[in-house]
């Protein structure tokens, strides 16, 4: 295991933010921590850093208990939210901060820039000011200083959260990509579940300071364990009063003898249409459907239906 | 049409406002100070008394300057770093030198260090004498600057918050290298501000001083007593306007540096927006 957290507890005026959060984050892993803003994840991150100190319990990266060592010493790469560019040093001078710290010598410095410039495809701004860089190439060069330490994790606190959409796209496939090349375990923030499921092999459902869930994208969409991470991970209707994903229902015709009642309005967004229908419990849920089963289902508002789970196969 | 001559009124105005109160002031002095010629001016800048008071001027300078920047971004980074109780009474108590006239840092200064308090009886007992020495005039000095670099630094600080500081040590970097790399070059233009107000505050106080010096010609006179002591002896005294002319030069060259650094600064975060 990479990184083991043990009742890690960190308090603002007696408030707990994290709150005795055990976990551990397998070595090698692409790990996000997704909640709600307000959740405790960038703390966590902090915590993992030495950029904040717990009030309770252990850091643990391989195998090196970290608590009480400063952050300078624990061999960390962090990537800030708004990328902390050294605004006075170009983009080379950005990326061999780390390096000349070290006191390596200058030639390997350079080539260990020049290889990480290329890296993080940033060979012909090399000697640019961060203030004349874009959004992208900003976090892109905070990745590259951070990667030149040969850090043994990578932090990343919303790496995303200030690019527009189509960056923050390509930024996403880039950073998976090269996690895939470099392999140093990561963990990356977030608060939007698509970016989470999308790049992370692994995710920690945070809420309220503790980890409500962990496990695959997939396992964690289809075992929700509570309620908030069944809400949080993709849309969310109500069943005979148990959680269940909207694809997973089907309207059928009101003869099958299940839940009966009507459509009460009926949303076309191109190829995905979603019905709400009332049931004869009063309940409201709603069933998300491709067109063509819509088609072929045949209902207006006031069509008579009843509603079933669809049956895994 | 009305629109432009509405424009031409009121430049007519400001200019006039100003040439009432600064030019014509400032171009008499200049005029005067090389009446006589410009031998006459040397000969009275070169003057000893005049000589030991642009020295001690500039020696008071080199003190109180230095001093006040290196306590000005401490202070600076103490508050924009750390919350805590009174706080906000520390850059009050920064604030209060340049608030009230210097007259008071300069009786203030003797109730404290002179016979009249038991502070200053016991320095005096230690056979220690701060009043009417050069150590009482950097003193009153450092009081009427204090506060330049402080307010100049704070607020870049506060705007910068400490991304830079904690990226450069999660990158290994150690507290002095932190300062000297990341957060020092940060702030620059925040402390060469701070530094030119203070240059020209330190060079030009004139109450407070005057107060705790005792006015010893020669000894204790800084250039703006000096020039004082020369007017009120001989209304008419080219020495008293070829010192107003050193003086003022030096501040208008202190001026024009701001105003480029200014420039510079507002070049600069245009650049970063």
């Not at chain 1, 970016?195 to 459902?205: G, H, K, P, R, S």
Request: hydrophobic share 50%; net charge neutral.
């Amino acid at each position: 295991m990479s990184i083991s957290l043990s009742h890690l507890t960190k308090r603002y005026a007696s408030v707990p933010v994290v709150d005795d959060v055990t976990v551990e984050i397998p070595e090698g892993s692409l790990t996000a921590i997704l909640g709600p803003s307000g959740s405790g994840k960038s703390t966590l991150l902090k915590l993992i850093a030495g950029l904040e100190t717990p009030d309770a319990g252990r850091v643990v990266i391989e195998g090196d208990d970290v608590t009480d060592v400063d952050p300078r010493f624990r061999d960390i790469g962090f990537c800030f939210q708004h990328y902390a560019p050294f605004r006075h040093m170009n983009v080379a001078k950005n990326i061999g901060f780390g390096l000349r710290v070290r006191k390596l010598p200058r030639e390997v410095i350079d080539a260990k820039v020049s290889e990480l410039v290329e890296l993080v495809k940033l060979d012909n701004k090399a000697s640019s000011y961060p203030s004349q860089l874009s959004g992208g190439e900003r976090q892109r060069m905070a990745l590259a200083r951070a990667l030149a330490i040969e850090p043994r994790v990578l932090l990343l606190d919303e790496p995303f959260g200030a690019l527009d959409a189509i960056v923050r796209t390509e930024l996403r496939h880039w950073v998976k990509e090269l996690h895939h090349q470099i392999k140093v375990t990561t963990i990356l923030v977030t608060h939007d579940q698509d970016e989470a499921m999308e790049v992370a092999d692994q995710l920690l459902i945070m809420h309220l300071g503790t980890i409500e869930q962990a496990g695959s994208p997939s396992e964690l969409y289809d075992a929700p364990a509570t309620e908030f991470v069944h809400a949080f991970l993709g849309p969310t209707t109500y069943f005979k009063g148990v959680a269940v994903r909207p694809h997973d229902l089907e309207i059928v015709g009101p003869t099958t003898g299940s839940l009966e009642g009507a459509v009460t309005s009926i949303i076309e967004l191109g190829f995905e249409v979603q019905v709400t229908v009332t049931l004869s419990d009063g309940s409201t849920p709603w069933a998300q459907m491709s067109r063509n089963e819509f088609r072929a289902l045949n209902v207006v508002v006031g069509s008579p239906i009843s509603v079933r789970e669809r049956v895994p196969q | 049409m009305k629109h432009t001559s509405r424009k031409w009124a009121l430049r007519i105005v400001v200019l006039g406002y100003l040439g009432l109160l600064v030019g014509l002031p400032v171009g008499f002095l200049f005029v005067h100070a090389f009446n006589h010629g410009l031998s006459a001016f040397w000969h009275e800048v070169t003057q000893p008394n005049a000589v030991a008071a642009l020295k001690l001027s500039a020696e008071v300078a080199l003190i109180a300057v230095p001093v006040n920047t290196v306590v000005g971004i401490l202070a600076a980074l103490i508050l924009a770093r750390q919350k805590f109780f009174g706080s906000r009474a520390l850059i009050l108590a920064f604030d209060i030198p340049v608030a009230v006239s210097p007259i008071i840092i300069g009786v203030a200064l003797v109730l404290a260090y002179s016979r009249i308090g038991w502070f200053g009886q016991w320095l005096g007992d230690y056979g220690i004498r701060i009043l009417f020495t050069p150590v009482g005039i950097v003193m009153a000095t450092m009081a009427v600057s204090l506060p330049y670099v402080l307010r100049s630094v704070l607020p870049v600080l506060v705007e910068i918050g400490e991304d830079q500081d904690q990226a450069a040590r999660t990158l290994g970097a150690g507290s002095f290298r932190i300062f000297w790399q990341v957060t020092l070059p940060a702030i620059r233009w925040g402390v060469l501000y701070g530094v030119t107000l203070t240059i020209a505050r330190t060079l030009g106080e004139f109450g407070a001083v005057l107060v705790v010096s005792g006015d010893i010609t020669g000894k204790t006179q800084t250039l703006p007593i000096y020039i004082f002591a020369v007017w009120d002896q001989n209304f008419d005294s080219v020495g008293a306007f070829a010192g107003a002319f050193v003086l003022a030069s030096i501040s208008i060259v202190a001026l024009i540096i701001l105003s480029s650094l200014r420039a510079r600064e507002r070049k600069l975060h245009v650049d970063l927006a």
